[in-house]
């Protein structure tokens, strides 16, 4: 059973307009969440990540929301740049599994110049 | 070099190889990690390595034996394998101590078909 979900596997967005990538989870343990996006042949690298007492978090043309009621997270991206096309993964843990996060499938981001 | 660095890259071995996946982290940190991830599913967490001691086996079979000299190198040594477990293995590394800061940084992964 997947508890991180990211139900869409790809997205396209033409470039200057806003990204919209969705994340929803079942856990609600889950106290912290982190997006990654990861280019080809890369491994995964950091964006940005969020505290369940937060409800949004911003770090430049990056920002996360996090709906706890719904257990869903969003990360926007305004404006996208073609350099955004990537896969981006969602992850949450929780209190119980301190150095365990639980990964989303990936959502594939393409900006259209 | 920098970052989070694994070898191979590339690995193709036979059922009956025995091979070794290596990692190594230069960022100073305590806490190592193990993914697989395959086509199409989310990153599987497979172990975890805190200040050289093993705190998470993720149910991960035998046939896969992790092994940490010390805090910058994490081996993953691979024995009989079946061809369901090709896949791209990533290692991480991280701070440890407090959850908050427990940013994970990843290798470039290894890319391992089991013929």
């Known amino acids: 059973d997947q508890q991180v979900k990211q139900n869409s596997p790809s997205l396209s967005v033409q470039e200057g307009r806003i990204s919209i990538l969705n994340c929803d989870y079942t856990n609600s343990m889950f106290d912290y969440f982190l997006w990654y996006k990861k280019y080809p042949a890369e491994g995964p690298t950091f964006l940005i990540s969020?505290?369940?007492?937060?409800d949004k978090n911003e770090d430049g043309r990056f920002t996360v929301f996090l709906n706890k009621s719904a257990k869903h997270l969003s990360l926007h991206i305004v404006p996208s740049q073609p350099g955004d096309s990537a896969v981006y993964f969602c992850?949450?843990?929780?209190?119980?599994?301190?150095?365990?996060?639980?990964f989303g499938t990936g959502t594939r981001l393409k900006v259209l110049a | 070099e920098t970052g989070v660095t694994q070898t191979p890259r590339h690995l193709v071995m036979g059922m009956t190889n025995k091979k070794s996946l290596k990692c190594e982290q230069h960022l100073g940190h305590n806490a190592m990690y193990w993914y697989k991830q395959s086509a199409k599913k989310p990153l599987e967490l497979m172990f975890v390595y805190n200040f050289k001691e093993q705190t998470e086996n993720n149910s991960v079979p035998s046939r896969f034996s992790p092994e940490c000299p010390n805090s910058s190198h994490l081996f993953l040594h691979l024995h009989t394998l079946q061809p369901e477990d090709s896949a791209l293995y990533l290692c991480a590394s991280s701070q440890g101590g407090s959850r908050l800061d427990n940013e994970q940084f990843f290798g470039p992964g290894t890319r391992l078909t089991v013929l």
């Open positions: 992850a949450a843990s929780s209190p119980s599994g301190t150095y365990k996060y639980i």
């Open positions: 969020i505290s369940s007492i937060k």
